[in-house]
């Protein structure tokens, strides 16, 4: 197995941009690798965007993207309130909210992956490409009652600790979920035991991401 590390600009800070449908996604995706680049670059600038948040799950967005940004004081939240299941409808509109992200400049994109069964988790994932064509975009996945997970070719391993801190932030912070079968921290370790295994993780925990494109 061969560790990578994203080659960011020597005469900058590292951009990293990530992208949600709706107020747990990022977390749930790719939250340990958030947790793993920000404590390896806290200098970062981030833009946490989510795009589907009625009033009660954007304050749920806002307090755990602080958390997990806590430490990176050049970060920006952003919530929009596109209403769920209805994202394909609106994709004209969400462009709009896209385009002006042209303008950070990111070096790194997380966003949701293509094959995701999810409509509303589609519509970002196209919008991301359509949007940037010439930067590295690792796509994370979300476990959902829709079965459709695959085997990812990418993968951050984290500590214990990292996988840790992850699960519990997402119990703390998003109570509107709770009541959902699949919102359980044995669904969230076990997945991330599973990607572990798979890349041999010292820790035995990883986070795995689909890439289309990444030059060596």
């Known amino acids: ?12 800070v590292p951009r990293i941009l990530f992208l949600g449908a709706h ?3 990022i977390e749930i995706g790719c939250g340990g690798a958030a947790l793993r680049l920000l404590s390896e670059h806290p200098n970062a600038e981030v833009r946490w965007v989510v795009l589907g ?3 009660i799950r954007a304050i749920e ?10 430490n990176t004081p050049r970060s920006e939240i952003v919530t929009h309130d596109f209403p769920d ?4 409808s609106r994709a004209a509109d969400m462009k709009r909210c896209f385009e002006p992200l042209k303008d950070f400049q990111p070096d790194l994109i997380f966003t949701h992956c293509g094959h995701d069964h999810h409509q509303d988790h589609r519509v970002i994932s196209e919008l991301t490409w359509n949007t940037f064509r010439n930067h590295l975009i690792l796509e994370y996945e979300v476990p959902k009652y829709d079965a ?5 070719g990418v993968f951050v391993a984290l500590t214990k600790d990292q996988c840790e801190a992850k699960v519990s932030l997402l119990m703390k912070h998003f109570a509107t979920q709770r009541g959902k079968h699949w919102f359980d921290p044995e669904v969230f370790k076990g997945l991330m035991r599973i990607r572990g295994l798979e890349c041999c993780s010292p820790s035995g925990y990883a986070e795995g991401f689909y ?3 990444i030059v060596l």
């Open 53 to 55: 948040c009625n009033p």
């Open 23 to 25: 107020s747990d996604d």
């Open 211 to 213: 890439a289309r494109k």
């Open 61 to 70: 967005a806002r307090q755990s993207a602080q958390e997990f940004l806590r």
């Open 1 to 12: 197995m061969l560790n990578l590390k994203p080659s960011f600009p020597a005469d900058r």
């Open 85 to 88: 299941a209805f994202f394909p």
């Open 148 to 152: 459709d997970l695959r085997s990812p």
